[in-house]
């Protein structure tokens, strides 16, 4: 069934929800899916007659941002739209959108799939409200306006992407670049704060293009991927028995695997676009749009790059670009303490013993201190474990932490004399070993040391002694 002069096309339609405190047109907060239903709603979204919108400048600016993250053209002139459909839970009638002049044009997306770099050009990045949920349970329907009006990114690729492969990759990244690039959307799949529409295609060598298959609402980049292949050979499978020209919606059911039809689309749905009389057009030239270019967060390989440069290891690096909070720990943790490799190595290998998060910055000077002491041997692991985590919960300074915790090290060297050659005594076979040449069992008699004196024993001295003892 290898017809390899068939070629598929895939273009995606990418719903990003905004965290902004406020909803798209209105002032009720945008927390939707927290709270009871129609609770967060007002005279806007819930369309009154004679209420009118006012556009969330945050929103504005954080698509206009997004737009620069992915390299589109920021148009001059922008304006909302009038969007005509009917359906039970947008209660206006329409919904607000952008129709002709979108914040954002062209741009696009490169990844690499295996060694091969590819790219995706966008068409446009435009901005919108989401409308309410309808609500299904003991054969009766409801209707939860909590939503509605939520702000909605839609960004929208050209038909560039070949495999579902490549559609998982570019949604990947396209999740980091709004999460963490641009920092405008939590962007989980799960909570609906990235929803994906694919649409996909096969032509034959000729130009005979099958008829187009829209996948919509899929809740996770697996299911994106696996609906797509499933598509894919169907239409080779069917070739040349295509309907040509049909467009047609198709869900997929993930417990089964399988796609099912929907609806068929007999012509392009008229939604009678016109301008939106209640909101004024924007002129972007009035926003800093240099401003908002250099507030833009790297991306993972320029972050990794500069952590390669900066002595931290392969493997850190690529963990550290991967999870922004602990890379804000580590950057703000280095500025002070400059042992790059040895900071990394901390955070990665989670020495702290609590989970690391952006709120910790104002207790770096303290975990500063702690690391210091672990760097040149005065405290052990386990103590450095103890002492950071009471600055973390009990806003301890250093001091207060290593005071509590008995006063730091031992490094009295008759004290741990008198240890380590109790360790000796107790344990003859592995002193038998460490003679006979497995110097590796150094590990255990500091490890001994370390539980005989609760982790306070200097690890220096401790290793000191026993060479000297044992060899
Ligand atoms: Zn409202
Ligand atoms: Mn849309």
Same mark, same amino acid.
């Given at each position: 069934m290898a017809k390899e002069y068939l070629r598929t096309k895939i273009g995606l339609e990418i719903h990003v929800q905004l965290k %902004?405190?406020?909803?798209m047109f209105c002032?009720?907060?945008?927390?939707?899916?927290? #709270?009871?239903?129609? %609770?967060?709603?007002c005279p806007v979204c819930l369309a009154l007659p004679g209420a009118l919108p006012v556009a969330n400048k945050q929103a504005v600016l954080w698509t206009i941002k997004t737009g620069l993250a992915l390299g589109c053209k920021i148009n001059k002139i922008c304006k909302f739209d009038r969007k005509h459909y009917f359906y039970p839970d947008l209660p206006k009638g329409y919904q607000i959108s952008q129709y002709d002049e979108p914040f954002a044009s062209g741009g696009g997306l490169k990844f690499k799939v295996g060694e091969i770099e590819k790219t995706v050009r966008l068409n446009r990045i435009h901005l919108e409200e989401d409308a309410g949920k309808l609500v299904h349970g003991n054969g009766k329907s409801f209707v939860d306006?909590? #939503?509605?009006?939520t702000p909605l990114m839609e960004i929208v690729t050209e038909p560039d992407i070949d495999s579902a492969e490549q559609a998982g990759i570019f949604l990947r990244k396209l999740q980091k670049i709004v999460r963490d690039v641009a920092a405008v959307s939590e962007a989980s799949m799960e909570k609906g704060h990235l929803r994906c529409d694919a649409n996909i295609s096969v032509s034959d060598d000729k130009g005979v293009m099958s008829e187009i298959v829209e996948l919509k609402n899929i809740n996770s980049f697996r299911f994106v991927e696996k609906a797509l292949e499933i598509e894919e050979a169907r239409l080779k499978d069917e070739y040349p028995k295509w309907i040509v020209g049909r467009k047609v919606t198709r869900g997929y059911d993930s417990k089964k695997n399988t796609t099912y039809p929907q609806r068929v689309k007999e012509e392009a749905a008229d939604y009678r676009y016109f301008p939106e009389p209640d909101l004024p057009p924007f002129d %972007?030239?009035?926003?800093d749009l240099e401003a908002m270019r250099a507030e833009l967060g790297q991306n993972e390989e320029e972050k990794t790059e500069k952590l390669l440069a900066l002595g931290v290891s392969v493997n850190d690096a690529k963990i550290l670009a991967n999870d922004e909070s602990k890379e804000k720990f580590f950057s703000q943790i280095t500025k002070i303490f400059k042992e790059n490799e040895f900071v990394a190595r901390a955070i990665v290998q989670n020495y702290f013993g609590f989970l690391i998060e952006a709120g910790d910055i104002e207790k770096i000077k303290e975990y500063v201190e702690t690391l210091k002491q672990l760097k040149s041997g005065k405290i052990s692991k386990a103590l450095f474990g103890e002492i950071s985590s009471l600055i973390h919960s009990q806003n301890y300074t250093f001091a207060k932490a290593l005071e509590e915790k008995g006063g730091g090290t031992i490094d009295d060297e008759s004290a741990l004399d008198a240890i380590v050659e109790k360790i000796i005594l107790d344990n003859p076979n592995e002193v038998a070993g460490f003679k006979a040449?497995?110097?590796?069992l150094i590990g255990f008699f500091v490890g001994q040391a370390m539980k005989a004196t609760g982790g306070k024993a200097d690890p220096k001295i401790v290793n000191k002694l026993i060479q000297q003892k044992l060899s």
């Amino acid at each position: 069934m290898a017809k390899e002069y068939l070629r598929t096309k895939i273009g995606l339609e990418i719903h990003v929800q905004l965290k %902004t405190k406020s909803k798209m047109f209105c002032s009720c907060d945008n927390v939707s899916e927290e #709270r009871k239903p129609n %609770t967060v709603v007002c005279p806007v979204c819930l369309a009154l007659p004679g209420a009118l919108p006012v556009a969330n400048k945050q929103a504005v600016l954080w698509t206009i941002k997004t737009g620069l993250a992915l390299g589109c053209k920021i148009n001059k002139i922008c304006k909302f739209d009038r969007k005509h459909y009917f359906y039970p839970d947008l209660p206006k009638g329409y919904q607000i959108s952008q129709y002709d002049e979108p914040f954002a044009s062209g741009g696009g997306l490169k990844f690499k799939v295996g060694e091969i770099e590819k790219t995706v050009r966008l068409n446009r990045i435009h901005l919108e409200e989401d409308a309410g949920k309808l609500v299904h349970g003991n054969g009766k329907s409801f209707v939860d306006l909590n #939503r509605a009006g939520t702000p909605l990114m839609e960004i929208v690729t050209e038909p560039d992407i070949d495999s579902a492969e490549q559609a998982g990759i570019f949604l990947r990244k396209l999740q980091k670049i709004v999460r963490d690039v641009a920092a405008v959307s939590e962007a989980s799949m799960e909570k609906g704060h990235l929803r994906c529409d694919a649409n996909i295609s096969v032509s034959d060598d000729k130009g005979v293009m099958s008829e187009i298959v829209e996948l919509k609402n899929i809740n996770s980049f697996r299911f994106v991927e696996k609906a797509l292949e499933i598509e894919e050979a169907r239409l080779k499978d069917e070739y040349p028995k295509w309907i040509v020209g049909r467009k047609v919606t198709r869900g997929y059911d993930s417990k089964k695997n399988t796609t099912y039809p929907q609806r068929v689309k007999e012509e392009a749905a008229d939604y009678r676009y016109f301008p939106e009389p209640d909101l004024p057009p924007f002129d %972007t030239s009035e926003f800093d749009l240099e401003a908002m270019r250099a507030e833009l967060g790297q991306n993972e390989e320029e972050k990794t790059e500069k952590l390669l440069a900066l002595g931290v290891s392969v493997n850190d690096a690529k963990i550290l670009a991967n999870d922004e909070s602990k890379e804000k720990f580590f950057s703000q943790i280095t500025k002070i303490f400059k042992e790059n490799e040895f900071v990394a190595r901390a955070i990665v290998q989670n020495y702290f013993g609590f989970l690391i998060e952006a709120g910790d910055i104002e207790k770096i000077k303290e975990y500063v201190e702690t690391l210091k002491q672990l760097k040149s041997g005065k405290i052990s692991k386990a103590l450095f474990g103890e002492i950071s985590s009471l600055i973390h919960s009990q806003n301890y300074t250093f001091a207060k932490a290593l005071e509590e915790k008995g006063g730091g090290t031992i490094d009295d060297e008759s004290a741990l004399d008198a240890i380590v050659e109790k360790i000796i005594l107790d344990n003859p076979n592995e002193v038998a070993g460490f003679k006979a040449g497995k110097t590796q069992l150094i590990g255990f008699f500091v490890g001994q040391a370390m539980k005989a004196t609760g982790g306070k024993a200097d690890p220096k001295i401790v290793n000191k002694l026993i060479q000297q003892k044992l060899s």
